[in-house]
């Protein structure tokens, strides 16, 4: 099998290496490509391993005065792998003319600098196969991208759909609130492990049928792309001789900070400044709203209406007073 000798000058340094290969670019990847200068370097292709091999050693011994130092090799960022096998540029010129002048010595094929350096290039140059995995990559980033466009653009359409459909019912809530808070009905706010509710109360009972909470399902309702729902729109009622109390459910996103969602993170910016106020409102003890609305009961009072009658006396504590 053919072999080679390489002689490979170092782009940097006046120095030029003398070695061994079947290979003369696999060889020169292992002391780094961009440390040589193929222009100017010089390759000879042998019959054999056997062939290249003598000719080596007798090229290395013939020159041997001309040898750099290992550790000057070293020292200027060579490889220590095979750094005796470099010598000085001086001898350059003889080292061309014994190769010219013993050909017939040593038969061997030359391989020129310009041949080493096309081979070099043709050798960084991505095969079709890299190209096709390339541009398939690309394919696949662009189309990656333009998904994750889509989405951010049918987000940002939601949210914004959401938040236009939310402020068509704010003004609608806003009033409630209003005129439950001018009639001295806003008892406080009642957190449970279920969430908060907005409780409600008249020391009158109210006429069967009547609800203290005024607003419809619907008109509390909002939609957009993706999904609808209401707000506020879930409610309780019981009356008993003592009077009225309700209980309305509040969103998700009344809690402060508490962002569930997309949906509950633009509701909690639409109504900030009605949450806020409700949040300043007096807490109701949980013990007395689930005596009053037992786990199953709407608008019924409980069983024991003894016991409800004093919860709700006790909820009517939290009214405003008169003229307050």
Same mark, same amino acid.
């Given at each position: 099998m053919a072999s080679h000798v390489y002689i490979l000058r170092d782009l940097k340094h006046p120095r030029f290496k003398i070695g061994k290969a079947n290979n003369i670019l696999a060889r020169a990847r292992s002391f780094r490509w @961009?440390? #040589?200068?193929?222009?100017?370097?010089? !390759?000879?292709? +042998?019959?054999?391993?056997?062939d290249a091999y003598i000719l080596e050693k007798i090229l290395h011994r013939s020159f041997r005065f001309a040898g750099v130092d290992p550790l000057e090799v070293i020292a200027s960022g060579g490889s220590a792998d095979g750094a005796s096998e470099w010598? /000085?540029? *001086? &001898?350059?010129?003889?080292?061309?003319?014994?190769?010219?002048?013993?050909q017939d010595l040593h038969p061997h094929e030359a391989v020129s600098g310009g041949e080493l350096a096309a081979l070099f290039e043709k050798q960084l140059e991505p095969s079709q196969a890299v190209i096709a995995r390339q541009h398939l990559k690309k394919e696949k980033d662009a189309r990656r991208i333009e998904r994750e466009m889509d989405l951010v653009e049918h987000r940002r359409t939601k949210r914004e759909s959401l938040r236009a459909s939310l402020n068509t019912i704010l003004p609608t809530i806003a009033d409630e609130l209003d005129r439950l808070k001018l009639n001295g009905n806003i008892a406080g706010i009642c957190d449970t492990s279920l969430g908060s509710n907005l409780v409600i109360a008249d020391s009158?009972?109210?006429?069967?049928?009547?609800? +203290?909470?005024? +607003?419809?399902?619907?008109?509390?309702?909002?939609? =957009?792309? %993706? %999904?609808? !729902?209401?707000?506020?729109? *879930?409610?309780?009622?019981?009356? &008993?001789l003592g009077g009225t109390v309700s209980k309305v459910d509040l969103p998700n996103s009344y809690? *402060? %900070?508490?962002?569930?969602?997309?949906?509950?993170? #633009?509701? !909690?910016?639409?109504?900030?400044?009605?949450?806020?106020?409700?949040?300043?409102?007096?807490? #109701?003890?949980?013990?007395? #709203?689930?005596?009053?609305?037992?786990? @199953? %009961? +709407?608008? /019924?009072?409980?069983?024991?209406?003894?016991? &409800?009658? =004093?919860a709700i006396a006790k909820v009517m504590e939290f009214l405003p007073k008169s003229g307050s």
């Open positions: @961009g440390s #040589i200068d193929f222009q100017q370097s010089l !390759g000879l292709r +042998l019959a054999s391993e056997a010598f /000085s540029t *001086s &001898c350059w010129p003889r080292l061309v003319r014994y190769l010219r002048d013993n009158v009972p109210v006429p069967s049928g009547a609800l +203290l909470w005024s +607003l419809k399902p619907l008109s509390t309702h909002y939609d =957009y792309p %993706g %999904g609808a !729902g209401s707000i506020m729109s *879930s409610f309780s009622q019981v009356t &008993c809690v *402060s %900070g508490a962002s569930f969602s997309d949906k509950d993170e #633009i509701i !909690g910016e639409v109504f900030r400044e009605k949450f806020e106020w409700l949040r300043q409102l007096q807490r #109701i003890p949980e013990a007395w #709203i689930s005596v009053i609305f037992p786990l @199953g %009961g +709407l608008f /019924s009072p409980p069983s024991d209406s003894h016991e &409800c009658e =004093y």
